[in-house]
């Protein structure tokens, strides 16, 4: 029977602690996160702690992140708020994103953000660019909604405002593409993959739960 020394032993019972702690280690600012230089929430909300997603539709890599985002939310304390923002980067970027507001304000955006994603990049039923109000009208319509008046949403002077406040929000964060993780205004998430996204999100959470203790 092969003996291991003591010292080898040791060093294998620690290194699953050694992983943990390499899960859990402080977030470094250049390497995990950049502060933002204008911070500010996006929809500051009194005890909440917010974490912003500027996400498009358009976006294949922000298709890809949504099980994952989703699955990440329903799971966060009731301190935390996830909050998603269309990015408005004009073109078929702001046509989805005024999607997005209209679905908000005719009540079905929950049941209808994921299956948008799927829409687009699997089953392919709706144009990436040049969307009509009509196409958009149609795919709402399987949620219940009139399209005449999904279309009036699509038109509305609040989505025109929630749109500005969108873009205006990228804008000053300096989003460098999507998806991107703003955590209480003040940190643009860095991360090589999203499960590094989401950790160094819940280690910025933790600080910014345990700056608020603290004041």
């Known amino acids: 029977m092969k003996r291991f020394p003591r ?8 290194s699953p602690l050694a992983a943990c702690a390499a899960d859990t280690k402080a977030p470094v600012e250049g390497q995990d996160y950049e502060l933002i230089a204008e911070p ?10 917010e974490v912003v997603e500027v996400f498009g539709y358009p976006c294949i890599h922000c298709a890809n992140f949504e099980p994952q985002l989703s699955a990440w939310a329903a799971k966060l304390p009731a301190d935390v708020r996830l909050t998603l923002v269309p990015a408005a980067f004009g073109g078929h970027w702001d046509a989805y994103a005024r999607a997005f507001y209209a679905a908000e304000q ?8 994921g299956d ?3 829409a687009l990049h699997q089953r ?3 144009p990436m660019q040049n969307v009509s109000p009509q196409e958009l009208a149609g795919f709402y319509a399987g949620y219940g909604v009139q399209p005449e008046r999904y279309i ?17 929000f990228a ?3 300096r989003v460098p593409g999507t998806p991107a993780l703003v955590v209480n205004g003040k940190y643009l998430v860095k991360g090589r993959n999203f499960d590094e996204q989401l950790r160094v999100a819940d280690a910025l959470v933790a600080r910014e739960r345990a700056a608020g203790a603290a004041r």
């Open 106 to 113: 005719v009540g079905v955006l929950e049941r209808s953000h």
């Open 116 to 118: 948008l994603f799927k």
């Open 124 to 126: 392919q039923s709706l």
């Open 40 to 49: 500010g929430p996006f929809a500051p909300l009194a005890g909440k702690i």
């Open 171 to 173: 804008m000053r964060v």
């Open 152 to 168: 009036e949403a699509l038109r509305s002077a609040q989505v025109d405002e929630k749109l500005q406040a969108a873009r205006d």
């Open 7 to 14: 010292l080898f032993l040791l060093l294998l019972a620690l």
